[in-house]
């Protein structure tokens, strides 16, 4: 047995150390920190990591940014013409834009009435005193209306006024006196034009104040809600609009108002370009009213009318009652004493059934109202829509073959409904 002194078995286990830590360094299981990085180990998990938003510990110098959400001149030299004009609507007006979301009374397994979470949409502040314009449909059946602000303050609201022909309503919260609420202003629509930038803010899928941008793809589009109803003048865009959305504001570059975001045109229910706002000046004719009478003062003509349309007047043709037209609307009844009877338009005498319909023929059958054509129901309600009452219009009729117009001052709208 071989014995070796002290100085070679450290010299050994020097030698022996040396050839380890080579071969580990090889094959890259150690590695020499980086001044600067991270240990390997250090490194925290992706769905760990967090931003350090904290101030940096050495003052900044002049000029140099401080904070990724504070803008200076030298930063704002670093955007296009177009993305500062973005980011200043947004940082000026985000905050005048409110969420809302509603309660509404359901039924629940002991057939009792119970309060329910409804929907949620957008809305505008267009007064310092609390007053919200958004869509009609976003707080329709609502039995409890929440607005909630941008810095997360909730505040109970009422409906003031609603507008169904239009899709808007009015909502009225009440703000703490020291509390100074950003407005929405008012633009013009009437002078848009298709390509012209536009900015919608809203509440998409919840996600708060989110900025789309996109242009005017289309003005002066009529877009039918219901049998009753067509919003008229509409603007289309392609700034994205999603379920959340309805009721913000649509902007132009400058900042201001010129829709009110409503609705999209979607098969599968998320926006695919094809948006529509209500034009701003229908909201400034109409807000006044809401806000005073709670409703729209519009006028009427006091007629039960019955849409034509080919096969209708194909019936009647073969029933002995010629029609000089193909379009129009057949006065089925005019009420006794109202503003058409006293003009002289005549109603049906003979009664008759269609299906399931039962009217009267051999009345007038109107084709324009205040100089509109008028085809339908629906036309007739869109030939009204800005009409007060009192107003006199002149009405186009056909009777016996002859073509006939008589002017009447219109009645209100409002006592029609509450005899329907």
Known sequence: MRLYSRGQV??????SFAVALLAAFGLGLLRLPVPGKPAAGDAAPASLERYDTRAPAVPS????????????????????????????VYERLNSGVVNITTEVVSINYFLEPVPSAGGSGSGSIIDPAGYVLTNYHVVKDAFKVYVNLSDGSRYEGKVQGTDEE???AVLKFDPPKDRRLTVIPYGDSSGL??????????????????LTRGIVSGIGRPVQQDSKTIIRDMIQTDASINPGNSGGPLLNSRGEMIGINTMIYSPSGGSVGVGFAVPVNTAKRVVPDLIRYGMVKRGWIDITAIQLFPALVEFMKERGYPVPVEQGLLVSQARRN?????????????????????FYVGGDIITAVAGKKVASIADLYSALEDTKPGQEVEVEYFRSGRKLTVKLA???RADYRKQE
Do not use: M, W
């Not at 109202?338 to 039962?358: K, L, M």
């Open 10 to 15: 450290v010299l050994f286990s020097v030698c």
């Open 61 to 88: 110098e002049p000029g140099v940014i401080s904070s990724p959400h504070i803008l200076t001149a030298d930063t704002l030299q670093e955007y296009t013409q177009d993305e500062r004009e973005n980011i200043s």
């Open 166 to 168: 239009n899709d808007l």
């Open 193 to 210: 034009r298709v390509g012209q930038k536009v900015l919608a803010i809203g509440n998409p899928f919840g996600l708060e104040r989110t």
């Open 338 to 358: 109202g503003n058409a009877d006293r003009a002289g338009i005549r109603g049906g005498s003979t009664p008759a059934r269609y299906y399931s319909s039962v």
């Open 410 to 412: 219109l009645s209100d």
